[in-house]
């Protein structure tokens, strides 16, 4: 049981529970932030994306980086899967094949936190309509 | 990813909550409970097309959800990225596919203040209540404010009561605070009973923390360590909503006991009535609630001088407590620079009728009726004509086109002969006939008058009897006096709210259809063809092909005719239900 004694336990609360409804509150304004989406179709699943994903969730939340995580279908490039797309904000998005939780941190450092490409891009040869 | 499902009343009766079980289960099934959460939320308020699923983030909107579409949302929307396309919403007039929420015509113009947390929180779960800034006010007021000055923020804020009068809420609080008690009560009036109102209900049930926070800071700002909540039994998801929210806040301190280490203690305890209208009325509410007859009585003295067992008390309503935390978080001016120059802030309306879009909605003051009714509402159903709107419930009037460009607010819609009431909202179209609409509220106020005044009692059973009279045709131009003098003194001498505004729909329908009530005096007849006793259904013959699917439909077996001849209705047996009228296809069944 958990008690609120003070003024100081409730705000340290609030910012513990924040993240709970943190992606509905986010995704009224999804432009200004930044987004990873995993590809999560049978194959990224076999290829590991779940382990990708929530890697995601829990290092984004525990690197304080404000972001939404979601899941989307089979981008088509099963031949590097697990792959992803992270759109930074007002950028182009951007996907990487092959991530595995290494690489997943390599993007978290260098891209989504300095803006910094990392190895492994691939060249997006689609366009979608909405 | 968040999949919210709906879990009022509306949508609970439509099996939203097996629709929960099974997201649980196919997502447990497909092994994505780390990734996919499902919560039950409260009333997204678009009750027309519930159950009501929203996708977060990417924020697709569903509609009439069935338990059986679980599977396929979670393996085409959660696993292959595709939305559903079958239970996307479509827009009824443009028939096209609208798939978010911020799309509709029914939330573009909405501001949900009150409602903030329906649909966005689990009312259930305390934790995602202080997510969303939640006892955050509280803390507020209790360690950086005297209770003068919480009260003076209220009073800036221009917050006036949700529940009928619009009395100024921070004035009231005042008027409680100023006035020496050892024992002071707050009270919240969740005693909902205007025919088609639910915001109360739904606020309860989509977020009770929100009521409890005010009635906390109310307590402390008048200085009583007592609340209780008087709820109608017949709400019980409310009820069971709010016994939990009660305990989970018990449990983390926010009620009890030294709030927050200040020294402040205040309990909450839960009344239940037995639904009766006249128990909305404080005094009345107050009695019941001591074990008394729900009666009121004359004021002064009011309930803050003397109310519950004698005490000082202040009583509220859900609506106007719930927009209470949020005014201390963003501020007093914030609060007042949304609405009109006497109403501020938002309303929350029930939709409800000849309308497009049924629901709960939210708009700030000064909103036209044209833009709730036309936009937010998506016109009237069928592609029918407005006729009028009926606000306030019992106690308000009809409003018709000529206002339809009035901005709602307090004063406004008393000005034009309605009310705010506690904000249902009844649409009406060229059927509906305005007298029957009048007998309609006059029966139900019969019905729910205490009796304990005679203007109430005996006065509304006689302009009930007159109505009558005029919708079996047999009304005369006296008659017509009659009403409007009966009904004027009736709203002079009644005791309470109750039958002071009791004549009002029949008022403000005389006003505005005077040549509808002419029309069943003069001419014996009724023009939208609602009154019984003045229509007569007939056999078109030359229309008529004798199919017989009037006289396979005739309740009463009033209609006979060989197959491929003309039939022929039997006027001494007719019950005028409409019947064949409906099912006839070739317009062979005329109404006069």
Same mark, same amino acid.
């Given at each position: 049981?958990?008690?609120?004694?003070?003024?100081?336990?409730?705000k340290?609360?609030?910012?513990?529970?924040?993240?709970? *409804?943190?992606? #509905?509150?986010?995704s009224?304004? /999804?432009?200004?932030?930044?987004q &990873?989406?995993?590809?999560m !179709?049978?194959?990224?699943?076999?290829?590991?994306a779940?382990d990708?994903?929530?890697?995601?969730?829990?290092?984004?939340?525990?690197?304080?980086?404000d972001?939404?995580?979601s899941?989307?279908?089979?981008?088509?490039?099963?031949?590097?899967?697990?792959? *992803?797309?992270? #759109?930074?904000?007002?950028?182009? /998005?951007?996907?990487?094949?092959? &991530?595995?939780?290494?690489? !997943?941190?390599?993007i978290?450092?260098?891209?989504?936190k300095?803006?910094?490409?990392?190895?492994?891009?691939?060249?997006?040869?689609?366009?979608?309509?909405? | 990813?968040?999949i919210?499902?709906?879990?009022?009343?509306?949508?609970?009766?439509?099996?939203?909550?097996?629709?929960?079980e099974?997201?649980?289960?196919?997502?447990?099934?497909?092994?994505?409970?780390?990734?996919?959460?499902v919560?039950?939320?409260?009333?997204?308020?678009?009750?027309e097309?519930?159950?009501?699923?929203?996708?977060?983030?990417?924020?697709?909107?569903?509609?009439?959800?069935?338990?059986?579409?679980?599977?396929?949302?979670?393996?085409?929307?959660?696993?292959?990225?595709?939305k559903?396309?079958?239970?996307?919403?479509?827009?009824?007039?443009?028939?096209?596919?609208?798939?978010?929420?911020k799309?509709?015509?029914?939330?573009?113009?909405?501001?949900r203040?009150?409602?903030?947390?329906?649909?966005?929180?689990?009312?259930?779960?305390?934790?995602?209540?202080?997510?969303?800034d939640?006892?955050?006010?509280?803390g507020?007021?209790?360690?950086?404010?005297?209770p003068?000055e919480?009260?003076?923020?209220?009073?800036?804020?221009?917050?006036?009561?949700r529940?009928?009068?619009?009395?100024?809420?921070?004035?009231k609080?005042?008027?409680?605070?100023?006035?020496?008690?050892?024992?002071?009560f707050?009270?919240?009036?969740?005693?909902?009973?205007?025919?088609?109102?639910?915001?109360?209900?739904?606020?309860?049930?989509g977020?009770?923390?929100?009521?409890?926070?005010?009635?906390?800071?109310?307590?402390?700002?008048?200085?009583?360590?007592?609340?209780?909540?008087?709820?109608?039994?017949?709400?019980?998801?409310?009820?069971?909503?709010l016994?939990?929210a009660?305990?989970?806040?018990?449990?983390?301190g926010?009620?009890?006991?030294?709030?927050?280490g200040?020294?402040?203690?205040?309990?909450?305890?839960?009344?239940?009535?037995?639904?009766?209208f006249?128990?909305?009325?404080?005094?009345?509410?107050?009695?019941?609630?001591?074990?008394?007859?729900?009666?009121?009585?004359?004021?002064?003295?009011?309930p803050?001088?003397?109310?519950?067992?004698?005490?000082?008390?202040?009583?509220?309503?859900?609506?106007?407590?719930?927009?209470?935390?949020?005014i201390?978080?963003?501020?007093a001016?914030?609060?007042a620079?949304?609405?009109?120059?006497?109403s501020?802030?938002?309303?929350?309306?029930?939709?409800a009728?000849?309308?497009?879009?049924?629901?709960?909605?939210e708009?700030?003051?000064?909103?036209?009726?044209?833009?709730?009714?036309?936009?937010?509402?998506?016109?009237?159903?069928?592609?029918?004509?407005?006729?009028?709107v009926?606000?306030?419930?019992?106690?308000?009037?009809?409003?018709?086109?000529?206002?339809l460009?009035?901005?709602?607010?307090?004063?406004?819609?008393?000005?034009?002969?309605?009310?705010?009431?506690?904000?249902?909202?009844?649409?009406?179209?060229?059927?509906?006939?305005?007298?029957?609409?009048?007998?309609?509220?006059?029966?139900?106020?019969?019905?729910?008058?205490?009796g304990?005044c005679?203007?109430?009692?005996?006065?509304?059973k006689?302009?009930f009897?007159?109505?009558?009279?005029?919708?079996?045709?047999?009304g005369?131009?006296?008659?017509?006096?009659?009403?409007?003098?009966?009904?004027?003194?009736?709203?002079?001498?009644?005791?309470?709210?109750?039958?002071?505004?009791?004549?009002?729909?029949?008022l403000?329908?005389?006003?505005?259809?005077?040549?509808?009530?002419?029309?069943?005096?003069?001419?014996?007849?009724c023009?939208?063809?609602?009154?019984?006793?003045?229509?007569k259904?007939?056999?078109?013959?030359?229309?008529?092909?004798?199919?017989?699917?009037?006289?396979?439909?005739?309740?009463?077996?009033?209609?006979?005719?060989?197959?491929?001849?003309?039939h022929?209705?039997?006027?001494?047996i007719?019950?005028?239900?409409?019947?064949?009228?409906?099912?006839?296809?070739?317009?062979a069944?005329?109404?006069?």
């Amino acid at each position: 049981m958990k008690k609120v004694k003070s003024l100081a336990d409730l705000k340290k609360m609030k910012e513990q529970l924040q993240s709970r *409804i943190a992606l #509905r509150e986010k995704s009224e304004h /999804p432009d200004g932030i930044i987004q &990873v989406k995993v590809a999560m !179709a049978t194959c990224g699943i076999a290829s590991g994306a779940k382990d990708v994903m929530d890697f995601f969730i829990t290092n984004l939340e525990k690197r304080n980086i404000d972001a939404i995580v979601s899941q989307t279908g089979c981008m088509g490039y099963c031949y590097a899967e697990p792959t *992803i797309e992270v #759109r930074l904000p007002g950028q182009d /998005p951007v996907v990487y094949g092959f &991530v595995d939780l290494k690489k !997943a941190d390599e993007i978290i450092e260098k891209y989504i936190k300095q803006g910094e490409l990392v190895d492994g891009i691939i060249p997006v040869n689609y366009k979608t309509i909405d | 990813m968040h999949i919210l499902v709906c879990g009022g009343t509306g949508c609970h009766a439509s099996a939203s909550n097996q629709l929960l079980e099974n997201l649980k289960e196919q997502v447990a099934e497909k092994d994505l409970a780390g990734e996919v959460q499902v919560i039950a939320t409260g009333c997204f308020g678009f009750c027309e097309k519930g159950p009501i699923v929203k996708m977060i983030p990417d924020n697709t909107f569903y509609t009439q959800v069935t338990p059986e579409d679980a599977a396929e949302i979670v393996e085409e929307h959660v696993i292959k990225g595709r939305k559903v396309q079958k239970l996307l919403y479509r827009d009824p007039v443009r028939k096209e596919i609208i798939s978010e929420s911020k799309d509709m015509g029914f939330y573009k113009k909405q501001l949900r203040i009150a409602l903030r947390n329906c649909g966005l929180i689990d009312p259930e779960n305390i934790d995602e209540y202080l997510a969303a800034d939640g006892y955050a006010a509280l803390g507020k007021v209790l360690t950086e404010m005297k209770p003068e000055e919480a009260t003076k923020v209220l009073i800036d804020s221009g917050l006036r009561g949700r529940g009928g009068g619009g009395f100024p809420a921070g004035v009231k609080w005042e008027i409680a605070r100023r006035v020496q008690g050892d024992l002071k009560f707050v009270v919240c009036n969740a005693d909902e009973g205007d025919p088609g109102a639910f915001m109360d209900r739904s606020i309860l049930e989509g977020d009770p923390h929100s009521v409890i926070e005010a009635m906390i800071i109310n307590g402390y700002c008048i200085g009583a360590n007592y609340g209780l909540v008087y709820i109608r039994a017949e709400y019980p998801l409310a009820i069971e909503r709010l016994k939990i929210a009660l305990n989970q806040a018990r449990e983390y301190g926010l009620l009890g006991d030294d709030i927050l280490g200040t020294g402040f203690n205040f309990e909450i305890e839960i009344r239940y009535g037995a639904g009766a209208f006249v128990c909305g009325e404080e005094t009345a509410l107050i009695h019941s609630m001591e074990g008394h007859r729900g009666e009121p009585t004359f004021k002064p003295p009011f309930p803050a001088q003397s109310g519950y067992l004698g005490k000082p008390t202040n009583v509220n309503n859900v609506e106007t407590f719930a927009n209470i935390p949020v005014i201390f978080n963003k501020g007093a001016e914030w609060f007042a620079s949304i609405g009109t120059e006497k109403s501020k802030g938002t309303k929350v309306f029930a939709l409800a009728g000849k309308i497009n879009n049924v629901g709960l909605i939210e708009v700030p003051m000064g909103t036209t009726l044209r833009e709730v009714i036309f936009e937010i509402g998506g016109g009237i159903k069928d592609g029918k004509k407005f006729k009028a709107v009926q606000t306030g419930g019992p106690s308000g009037g009809c409003l018709t086109e000529k206002h339809l460009d009035t901005p709602i607010d307090f004063d406004n819609l008393v000005a034009n002969g309605s009310m705010m009431g506690s904000g249902g909202m009844i649409v009406m179209d060229e059927d509906d006939c305005m007298v029957s609409v009048a007998r309609f509220y006059l029966d139900f106020t019969v019905e729910e008058s205490c009796g304990k005044c005679t203007p109430c009692r005996v006065g509304n059973k006689r302009l009930f009897e007159l109505l009558e009279t005029i919708s079996k045709g047999k009304g005369t131009h006296n008659d017509l006096d009659k009403l409007r003098n009966l009904g004027e003194v009736i709203k002079d001498t009644s005791l309470c709210g109750l039958g002071q505004t009791s004549p009002n729909p029949v008022l403000s329908t005389m006003d505005n259809f005077w040549d509808e009530y002419l029309a069943h005096i003069d001419e014996h007849r009724c023009p939208a063809g609602q009154c019984k006793d003045l229509i007569k259904y007939e056999v078109v013959a030359e229309n008529c092909v004798g199919c017989t699917a009037c006289a396979r439909n005739c309740p009463v077996n009033c209609i006979a005719g060989e197959r491929k001849e003309v039939h022929f209705i039997d006027q001494s047996i007719c019950i005028k239900c409409g019947a064949c009228f409906d099912k006839c296809k070739f317009n062979a069944i005329s109404v006069s």
